[in-house]
């Protein structure tokens, strides 16, 4: 395959990807190598038009460049080799095959990311303009139809028949409450006070989640098209876009995109010659996890500490300053457009029958291909994470995957079959939550990630109520005690209960739900309590109480990559000889564990 | 020490970020936010001039500093090595990240070096789970690290020769 691949000449646009991922791994740089090198060249009838787009998902790629129309995507583009993309390239008209995607199984290289296994299942609502748009720029939207679904509710449709089109789509909350959005409008529209208010919660604390972001940060006007066209149906004057300030390019993008708005019409009085005034004020978090609860946000908002209240009378009818509030999470507002523009019909013939549309997902952890991913709801996790994932690497072994974030539960081997919808997964101990999906493989303990999870809620916990305050605080010394090989069988017993008194008697659903990982991995996973309680050992090599590694002579090379990758040398031997490890120095972190090649280093 | 000029700057860049917002409740998160950035942790003063602008006790923001993760009370090192502890980069070792970091600047999350050079914070994800784990120096990001570059990357900004006396 020598020959060189030849493709049409005529070049207009460069999208470099300068999501989260991409800027991390150097985007900025390419972005601004292409910017020097396409200035005044004289090489250019028509200089190409540069961009720099939001996250494209695939981040294990990046950064990634797409060059249209010809769609071609460049894989792990460093700042030198924008040179050769130009010469090859974009006068050429030659393509750079070592910046293609190789495909790992087929190994054909694949001129497109569009085409790889990773993207072909997906389907794109909520996504589909980011990675294709510049978000800095709201004519880009709207040459994608943008702010159209706004015109068409104010020209042509009543509010009610608007709440009729998004009750029928079957629209289900994406933050994670799965309520029905187009009931909480219509309580929100029946309840007859003014001003009414719309929150968009863009407080996104999932660790290992981060949908949210990606939509704020790569298409902002979508989200303030469906706060619009939710504020025509309320009659509601003023909205507010909540955000975690840790996200400076979200911020960026929202506060850029919220005065675009106002300056093109589309927020402000009148909108496009309507009777509708609305505008929206950005609201920065202050980094509490709790406040992704909606009672707190709303407290947050107002000025005071974000602490939830019991939920007797919902936000639609007194919620932000007393007054009937709709709010939603920022993959809800994404979908709202598409519905309103493409019809209910059309959305929900996506997806199950009590989760319809799609759903987007953030894949990590321990699978080939991190990133972002946009599937029809149903799919199964089988699909997400082998299909579309690509599998565990390193040919290690899969353990279990979870879901729903810090409250959400460990899914088993045996489960991995399961849909995934609203209901399924609740039903199953874990949760839909607002889409994270950590892939855990053999060298993950499940008693060590139960300890993280219910650690991690035990700082987040605001403290009002006891049964969380305390519930958890407990979960974790006990945890904590197993981890460090001072468990007992008894604490197995006592796990459970104190998880039973939390779930019936806390505030919120923080409290509530935070048992789930505790009580999934028991359920899931107890033979490695066990082991942690009654052998004394940890089967993964993680807690450094219970690791011992050791290197098996009968399998050992010799092939020094353990020694090298050592950060404290504590690993004797010398090339093609038996390798060996020095107990006293070793700080079990695994390192030697993970990379040996010939699976020679062992847990005892 | 603090000098009479350091402080009359800083209360006049409180000042500043005050005359940015209307004195209501609402914005006392913002406005702690911007003290946050600009002086990288929340002055006395500054809380002080805030309850007073605002026309709240000083307790209630007490309450909103100690409540949201986002604020310190005490200055921060020049140097903030955030470690990013969310799920992907939890079981991809940043555990070990922070019992290296420590054992070369003998300061766990929270704390800052005597000499005020080197601060260890977590955070819960940075969103950037396809290069974890990931430890962000100020701006400048990290991607997978591994226990072993811990020490290079301090010797980045300048070394600290901690002694190892803290092992517990």
Not at chain 1, 55 to 69: A, L, T, Y
Request: glycine residues 10%; proline residues 5%.
């Amino acid at each position: 395959m020598k020959e060189k691949m030849k493709i049409e000449s005529s070049v207009n646009k460069i999208m470099v990807c300068c999501g989260t991922g991409c800027t991390a791994n150097g985007a900025r740089q390419v972005l601004a190598a292409f910017m020097d090198r396409l200035k005044d060249n004289p090489d250019f009838a028509v200089v190409p038009v540069l961009k720099a787009t939001g996250c494209n998902g695939w981040c294990e790629k990046g950064p990634i460049v797409k060059i249209m129309p010809q769609d071609i995507s460049y894989c792990h583009v460093k700042a030198e080799d924008v040179d050769e993309i130009i010469e090859k390239t974009l006068l050429k008209g030659e393509l750079v095959k070592r910046l293609l995607y190789r495909d790992p199984v087929k190994k054909e290289f694949v001129t497109s990311i569009h085409q790889t296994d990773f993207y072909r299942k997906q389907h794109k609502i909520a996504l589909r303009n980011i990675g294709e748009i510049d978000p800095g720029s709201i004519d880009d939207y709207i040459e994608r139809g943008g702010y159209k679904a706004l015109e068409k509710v104010l020209k042509e449709m009543t509010p009610d028949e608007v709440i009729e089109e998004i009750l029928k789509s079957g629209l289900r909350g994406r933050g994670g409450g799965g309520f029905p959005t187009g009931l909480k409008w219509q309580a929100c529209k029946n309840t007859p006070r003014f001003p009414k208010y719309i929150i968009c919660n863009g407080d996104e604390g999932d660790p290992g989640a981060f949908m949210d972001r990606s939509i704020m940060e790569g298409d902002p006007h979508t989200i303030i098209e469906g706060m619009l066209i939710c504020a025509y149906v309320l009659n509601a004057e003023k909205g507010f876009i909540y955000v975690r300030d840790e996200y400076d390019l979200a911020v960026k993008y929202l506060g850029q995109a919220i005065l675009d708005a106002r300056e093109r019409g589309f927020l402000g009085e009148n909108i496009l010659g309507s009777n509708l005034c609305f505008d929206i004020e950005l609201v920065r978090g202050g980094g509490a996890f709790v406040c992704g609860e909606e009672t707190a946000l709303i407290k947050s908002i107002e000025g005071y500490p974000g602490e939830p209240h019991d939920k007797y009378v919902f936000p639609t009818e007194k919620g932000l300053w007393g007054q009937p509030t709709v709010i939603n999470n920022v993959e809800t507002w994404a979908n709202i457009p598409v519905i309103i523009l493409h019809g209910a019909e059309k959305f929900a013939s996506l997806g199950t029958e009590g989760s319809p549309g799609t759903k987007v997902f953030s894949l990590v952890g321990k699978v080939v291909n991190t990133g972002l991913v946009e599937v029809p709801m149903g799919i199964t996790l089988r699909e997400i994470i082998y299909e579309i994932g690509g599998g565990v690497p390193e040919g290690r072994q899969f353990k279990a995957v979870q879901t729903g974030g810090p409250s959400g539960g460990c899914i088993p081997a045996s489960h991995l079959d399961l849909k995934v919808d609203f209901d399924t997964l609740t039903r199953e101990g874990s949760m839909m939550g607002s889409g994270g999906i950590i892939v855990m493989d053999d060298t993950t303990c499940m008693v060590e990630v139960a300890r993280y999870y219910t650690n991690f809620l035990a700082g987040e916990s605001c403290g009002k109520c006891t049964p969380c305050r305390e519930g958890i605080r407990a979960l974790v010394e006990i945890l904590t005690r197993i981890c460090k090989g001072e468990g007992e069988l008894s604490d197995l017993q006592l796990l459970r209960d104190i998880s039973e008194v939390m779930q019936e008697a806390s505030l919120c659903a923080l409290g509530r739900t935070a048992p789930n990982p505790v009580l999934s991995t028991l359920r899931f996973f107890e033979d490695e309590y066990i082991a942690h309680i009654v052998d004394k050992r940890c089967p993964a090599g993680v807690c450094p109480a219970l690791t011992t590694f050791y290197i098996d002579p009968e399998l050992c090379t010799g092939c020094t990559l353990c020694k090298r990758n050592c950060p404290v040398d504590a690993i004797k031997g010398e090339a093609k000889k038996k390798h060996e490890i020095i107990e006293d120095k070793c700080i079990r972190c695994g390192e030697c564990y993970r990379r040996c090649r010939f699976k020679a280093v062992k847990v005892r | 020490m603090v000098k009479v000029a350091d402080e009359a700057k800083m209360l006049a860049d409180i000042r500043e970020i005050l005359d940015n917002y209307p004195p209501e409740e609402r914005y006392i998160l913002a406005v702690m936010q911007d003290m946050q950035k600009r002086f990288n942790y929340l002055p006395k003063a500054g809380l002080r001039m805030l309850a007073f602008y605002v026309g709240v006790p000083l307790s209630r923001v007490y309450a909103m500093a100690s409540f949201y993760k986002a604020f310190s009370l005490t200055p921060k090192g020049q140097y903030v090595f955030r470690v990013c502890d969310g799920t992907a980069c939890h079981i991809k070792g940043s555990e070990t990240l922070i019992e290296q970091l420590y054992k070369c600047l003998g300061i766990r999350p929270g704390e800052t070096t005597p000499d005020g050079r080197f601060s260890i914070e977590t955070v819960n994800c940075l969103g950037a789970c396809a290069l974890a784990p990931v430890v962000v120096v100020n701006d400048r990001v990290y991607a997978k690290v591994m226990p072993g570059d811990v020490e290079k990357i301090i010797r980045e900004y300048g070394g600290y020769a901690h002694e190892g006396k803290n092992e517990d």
